[in-house]
């Protein structure tokens, strides 16, 4: 007698992603009932137990775990592009239109961000902002599953601005509670909603923007709430000045003194940790969040992910914020991490393709602690796919033997256009490449017009005329 499904996947190029490998099933099928993957194997089986009200041909597609991006600010999005090509990016170019992003022109950037990367294949988006009213229902709207952190600090609001490098920033205690406050009504409305789509992490900002007390706090708050920390940790010189003015020690080595290195600890960059801060860091349970298209952008550094991974941490990958890495997608974070390590390293053994497919799928599921249910295709998990066409010029010729072609063009020349189908809690988002559950046209405009009012307020006030690419624009380069 037949099973019913909702669901019932067909003849693909599977990646179940279980085990040590990819999982390849060269005519693979996959079931989906109530949101849940309940079954996995060769197509003839599958169709011989299943009746499914809709049946998907998969042919010519791979099938894959929908992809993970660990660590985003969505909010920026809305003035992409302004802080590239420039030294001290955050003081020199971004913290400008920071001082006049204001609550509507926050929200456009983040919906644009998030059709932007689910259109590209991700499901699960790990995003690290300031909670204004209206942010975490963009992610609920769409339907997307997502991991979202309210940013901590003692910063004074627009201080980055007219921060003098090499000064120690001034922090304001009533700023660092504010943001508590915030992180903690976030937390006690939103981790576990949309019937455990939506999750929430701690976020202090980083170790060198609050003070150790503010620190302290928040660690026994976690621990007490239960959710991890996800926090920038050695991101840049800057920080690492910091830290050695005010506690006389690098980052890694204060972050141990206070107890923040174990498995609650997601530690994102690691651009200054030295090879030894890094396997002390793996060591110690923390996992790592690698994003490469941003940190190649605005600090020219390969984070030591190879390290990171040697010493068995886990590395998740993540697009960071498009005003400094200009897009948010994971395929562009696959390719970029293989080549920036086999040219760090100078071998083209390093970062494999299986290896950073792995990275964007189960371990960056189990990196945020959610691998028992996404990251892989298997019976009981989250029914969280995406289907890539195989027949884009770019993909093609598609070959199985004697070497398997598809993951290295997965890897190496997919640009997330390919992209035909995403489903979340086997709820179908986007289909033939349009998203179902949003007004796409409208949300374009709308941050076409938001963006336009931020630029015209930095063009009014004078801090701009600090920002570094003004030569660039007076010079007629941009």
């Given at each position: 007698m037949s099973e019913t499904a909702d669901f019932l996947f067909i003849h693909a190029?599977?990646?179940?992603?279980?085990?040590?490998?990819?999982?390849?099933?060269?005519?693979?099928?996959v079931a989906v009932r109530d949101g849940l993957i309940i079954d996995v194997g060769p197509t003839p089986a599958l169709q011989a137990r299943f009746v499914a009200t809709e049946t998907i041909d998969a042919s010519r597609h791979a099938l894959l775990p929908g992809l993970i991006d660990a660590h985003m600010h969505t909010p920026w999005a809305v003035v992409r592009g302004v802080a590239q090509d420039v030294?001290?990016?955050?003081?020199?170019?971004?913290?400008?239109?920071?001082?006049?992003?204001?609550?509507?022109?926050?929200?456009?950037?983040?919906w644009l961000n998030v059709l932007e990367a689910l259109k590209a294949g991700t499901t699960t988006m790990g995003d690290f902002a300031h909670p204004i009213d209206?942010?975490?229902?963009?992610?609920?709207?769409?339907?997307?599953?997502?991991?979202?952190?309210?940013?901590?600090?003692?910063?004074?609001?627009?201080?980055?601005?007219?921060?003098?490098?090499?000064?120690?920033?001034?922090?304001?205690?009533?700023?660092?509670?504010?943001?508590?406050?915030?992180?903690?009504?976030?937390?006690?409305?939103?981790?576990g909603a949309e019937n455990g789509r939506i999750t929430v992490m701690f976020g202090p900002q980083a170790a060198d923007m609050l003070a150790l007390d503010h620190l302290r706090h928040i660690k026994r708050l976690a621990a007490a709430e239960g959710l991890m920390i996800h926090m920038h940790v050695a991101q840049g010189d800057r920080e690492i000045d910091q830290m050695v003015k005010r506690y006389g020690k690098r980052t890694p080595a204060f972050l141990e003194q206070i107890g923040y290195l174990d498995d609650q600890l997601l530690a994102v960059h690691l651009t200054e940790a030295t090879e030894e801060e890094t396997a002390q860091i793996a060591y110690s349970g923390a996992r790592m969040v690698l994003c490469s298209g941003s940190i190649g952008i605005i600090d020219g550094i390969v984070p030591p992910a190879v390290a990171f991974r040697s010493a068995g941490g886990l590395v998740a990958l993540g697009s960071d914020q498009a005003a400094g890495n200009n897009c948010n997608n994971i395929f562009n974070e696959m390719k970029l991490t293989a080549l920036f390590?086999?040219?760090?390293?100078r071998d083209p053994t390093v970062m494999p393709a299986w290896e950073v497919l792995r990275m964007a799928t189960i371990e960056g599921a189990q990196a945020l602690g959610l691998g028992h249910e996404i990251g892989s295709i298997r019976r009981g998990k989250k029914a969280d796919l995406i289907l890539v066409d195989l027949d884009a010029l770019n993909l093609m010729p598609t070959l199985t033997a004697p070497i398997r072609n598809l993951v290295p063009n997965l890897v190496y020349a997919a640009t997330g256009h390919e992209v035909d189908l995403v489903m979340v809690d086997g709820r179908v988002l986007v289909r033939n490449g349009r998203v179902l559950t949003v007004d796409e046209a409208a949300v374009r405009e709308e941050v076409q017009q938001r963006a336009w009012e931020v630029a015209a307020a930095v063009k009014r006030d004078p801090i701009h005329l600090d920002m570094a690419l003004l030569q660039a624009m007076d010079e007629g380069k941009l």
């Open positions: 190029h599977l990646f179940t992603m279980e085990g040590s490998g990819v999982g390849y099933v060269e005519d693979g099928a030294a001290h990016w955050m003081q020199k170019g971004l913290a400008p239109y920071a001082r006049h992003l204001h609550r509507e022109a926050a929200l456009a950037g983040s209206g942010w975490a229902e963009i992610f609920a709207a769409v339907g997307v599953r997502a991991v979202l952190t309210a940013t901590i600090n003692a910063l004074p609001p627009g201080q980055m601005a007219s921060w003098r490098v090499g000064d120690l920033y001034p922090f304001d205690d009533a700023v660092a509670e504010r943001c508590i406050r915030e992180a903690l009504a976030l937390a006690a409305e939103w981790h390590n086999k040219i760090k390293h």
